[in-house]
């Protein structure tokens, strides 16, 4: 099974990885679309202010430019490590045992805009960029990333993709269809039956699912797999619309 998740906005500072190198994630063959990002984020800090527009930052987040231009020689860490915010906070994952971590470096993709999707313990510096920023000197984010992630995930050839994403990191990299996979959706469930999404408790329903998965490490090799590993560890998950599952919590 293979897990894909969202990034998120907020980031851990620092770190003591060498820097960055696009041919040492996960999925080489994306290099040459993180290496045009990158160089294009370096490029676009030279002028802080067109970069604070460009990336729609506030005045508070200004110093958030100097993230991007020092992509090529920051110091890096574990992505999973990296990201903070709901999601990541649930998934807690600096408090998971090595066999727990191990499991998330083998079975997690994180899907960012700038290096694409990476390995859970794939180390990255900090940025600022969001999937639906327009970089001067890059095409437009979907079109940079979609038909490249597609393919390489095809090529990675998954038994069973869960897609944790967001719908607009989604668009960044669609599952193709000759793998088996599944979108998930949060719901909450009213006192009348009605079903509603959520926002906050959807993402740290994301964060605690998959950091029960990386204890619990089972082999999943299906939807139906899953469904069944879920149902016996009491998670609430049903077919929703098509191709998706919904998460009830």
Do not use: C
């Not at 290496?35 to 110093?63: H, N, P, T």
């Amino acid at each position: 099974m293979l897990i894909l998740l969202p990034p998120s906005e907020t980031k851990r500072p620092g770190g003591s990885g060498a820097p960055i190198d696009a041919l040492s994630l996960a999925l080489p063959s994306l290099a040459p679309q993180r290496d045009a990002v990158i160089d294009a984020l370096v490029a676009l800090s030279e002028d802080e202010d067109a970069a604070v527009r460009v990336l729609k930052l506030s005045e508070r987040q200004r110093g958030d430019v100097a993230l991007n231009a020092a992509l090529r020689s920051a110091p890096t860490m574990p992505a999973v490590d990296r990201y903070t915010g709901v999601l990541f906070d649930a998934l807690d994952a600096g408090t998971l045992p090595a066999a727990a971590r191990w499991w998330l470096g083998a079975h997690v993709l994180i899907h960012s805009a700038p290096f694409g999707p990476v390995r859970a313990t794939d180390r990255i510096p900090a940025y600022r960029l969001a999937a639906g920023a327009a970089v001067p000197g890059i095409p437009p984010l979907r079109r940079l990333w979609a038909d490249a992630v597609s393919t390489a995930v095809a090529e990675l050839a998954p038994s069973f993709v869960l897609d944790l994403r967001s719908e607009a990191y989604a668009a960044l990299g669609p599952v193709p269809v000759t793998v088996p996979s599944v979108y998930v959706r949060v719901v909450t469930a009213g006192p009348d039956g009605a079903v509603r999404a959520l926002n906050h408790f959807n993402k740290h329903a994301k964060g605690d699912l998959v950091r029960a998965l990386a204890l619990a490490r089972p082999r999943v090799a299906s939807l139906t797999g899953f469904m069944r590993w879920a149902h016996g560890a009491g998670w609430t998950v049903r077919p929703g619309a098509a191709g998706e599952l919904e998460l009830v919590v």
